[in-house]
Nanobody, 116 residues
Framework: QVQLVESGGGLVQAGGSLRLSCAAS????????IYWYRQAPGKQRELVAT???????NYAGSVKGRFTISRDNAKNTVYLEMNSLKPEDTAGYYC??????????WGQGTQVFVSS
């Protein structure tokens, strides 16, 4: 069974950058889409960015222009490049994948802390 493992989180000052990685143990072409979600304490989970099988992308309004989702097919990895980080970006970030055969899988998440 394919698994997802996130990495790249950490502590950064406001205005800084981080790159999150979501590595799949199998081919990312087995997914129709891969999503980055985030959830801050006491808040609802938010869909941050999506990359579809055809490479098209979508972003939440709160991150558009600051975050970029991309993938490296050879490495079976999806990235979330986060720039101009704000304290309100502090959250646990999770990747989730929609399998082409149905169902979804998700990783354990990586924590991002943005200090003011």
């Amino acid at each position: 069974q394919v698994q997802l493992v996130e990495s790249g989180g950490g502590l950064v000052q406001a205005g800084g950058s981080l790159r999150l990685s979501c590595a799949a143990s199998g081919s990312i072409f087995s997914f129709n889409a891969i999503y980055w979600y985030r959830q801050a304490p006491g808040k609802q989970r938010e869909l941050v960015a999506t990359i579809a099988l055809d490479g098209s992308t979508n972003y939440a309004g709160s991150v558009k222009g600051r975050f970029t989702i991309s993938r490296d097919n050879a490495k079976n990895t999806v990235y979330l490049e986060m720039n101009s980080l704000k304290p309100e970006d502090t959250a646990g970030y999770y990747c989730e994948a929609q399998k082409r055969i149905g169902g979804r899988i998700w990783g354990q998440g990586t924590q991002v802390f943005v200090s003011s």
